[in-house]
């Protein structure tokens, strides 16, 4: 193994190769600093902040947003029934029926309070995360660990957020024998690979054979 700087950029190459995509990426949202991309992250945020696995929501994700639920007026215009329909297409089921009034009550409070635009939300935080987090955690099933995610996703668009690395992010990197901190994370990659390289090291902290995988693809 190469020692010290080499050994943690050659870690993180093969990371970004096997594992390197985001959670907005990969339910289908192209992440931009516009309302309806915040939006859809959002949605995504709630569905990965209930005890489900991340594969299960991001496919529920996909199904919200393949009926048209793309926005908080659509949402909020969605029957329940509509919303819990989605939900069970993506096998989202064991808290579909919760899960469709949060999301709209969620959209109401996106409409009422930021005019569905988080980037108001984002101005009136001034891009501390402190301020954002306390923010976020206002919407319904978005928690303290719901709205780390959401800052971890949104870095790549809301640069002053980054670099941000939530605990799932240590502890991928700690699996892979990588700094554990989030500047020093943010140095071993650029700038628009940062936050696939968050969620490559949560993937790899929700799965041991993903580490696997990489651990050994280093030693061969």
Do not use: N
């Not at 939006?39 to 529920?60: D, E, G, K, N």
């Not at 976020?136 to 978005?142: K, Q, T």
């Not at 995610?149 to 700690?174: C, H, M, N, T």
């Amino acid at each position: 193994m190469i020692p010290g700087a080499r050994a943690a950029r050659r870690t993180v190459a093969v990371l970004l190769e096997q594992q390197g995509r985001t959670f907005a990426g990969e339910s289908g949202v192209r992440l931009a600093d516009e309302p309806g991309p915040l939006y859809q992250l959002l949605v995504l945020v709630t569905l990965l902040s209930a005890r489900i696995s991340a594969t299960v929501a991001v496919a529920a994700a996909r199904e919200l947003f393949a009926a048209g639920f793309r926005s908080p007026l659509a949402m909020l215009d969605a029957s329940w029934q509509d919303r819990v329909d989605a939900l069970g297409r993506g096998h989202y089921r064991r808290y579909d029926f919760k899960t469709s009034t949060m999301l709209g009550d969620g959209a109401r409070l996106c409409l009422d309070r930021w005019h569905g635009d988080l980037r108001r939300l984002h101005d009136e935080a001034a891009g501390d995360a402190g301020g954002l987090r306390k923010r976020l955690v206002e919407f319904p099933g978005i928690g303290p660990t719901g709205a780390g995610i959401f800052l971890r996703e949104v870095q790549a668009v809301w640069p002053d957020v980054a670099p941000y690395a939530d605990s799932k992010v240590i502890d991928g990197a700690r699996l892979l024998q990588l700094p554990s901190s989030a500047a020093e994370l943010a140095a071993l990659t650029t700038p628009d690979l940062l936050a696939p390289l968050m969620s490559a090291l949560v993937r790899v902290a929700l799965d041991r054979k993903a580490a696997d995988a990489i651990l050994a693809e280093l030693d061969s």
